[in-house]
Nanobody, 126 residues
Framework: QVQLVESGGGLVQPGGSLRLACTTS????????????LAWWRQAPGKDREFVAA????????YYADSVKGRFTVTRDNAELTAYLEMGSLQPEDTAVYYC???????????????WGQGTQVTVSS
């Protein structure tokens, strides 16, 4: 069964940058990769999962949470079956496990995403 796999997390100092990647593993989706919207979510310790950003199937539409707007950029390379989250001006409050998800709808509703990765830890600390 196809899975999503995140990578690129790590420890970064405040003000620094990271690029997360999300790719597929273990098979193929039921539909072509560009059929699916791809989104990024995060969950900090003791907090609820929070929407971060989403890109439509062809990447032409993007949507960001207010907390990351202007600092994060979501892109995708459909030929490489990969999505990216470029994160800049990172702050300690960005510390969380970051998850990518794929689903048929360009939305911030988590229940409409069918596929989820296991997450990658991002820690922002001096």
């Amino acid at each position: 069964q196809v899975q999503l796999v995140e990578s690129g997390g790590g420890l970064v100092q405040p003000g620094g940058s990271l690029r997360l990647a999300c790719t597929t593993s273990g098979g193929t989706f039921e539909h072509p990769f560009n059929y699916y919207a791809l989104a990024w979510w995060r969950q900090a310790p003791g907090k609820d999962r929070e929407f971060v950003a989403a890109a439509s199937g062809n990447g032409g539409l993007t949507y960001y949470a207010d907390s990351v707007k202007g600092r994060f950029t979501v892109t995708r390379d459909n030929a490489e079956l990969t999505a990216y989250l470029e994160m800049g001006s990172l702050q300690p409050e960005d510390t969380a496990v970051y998850y990518c998800a794929a689903g048929p709808a360009f939305t911030r509703a988590p229940n409409l995403y069918n596929y989820w990765g296991q997450g990658t830890q991002v820690t922002v600390s001096s």
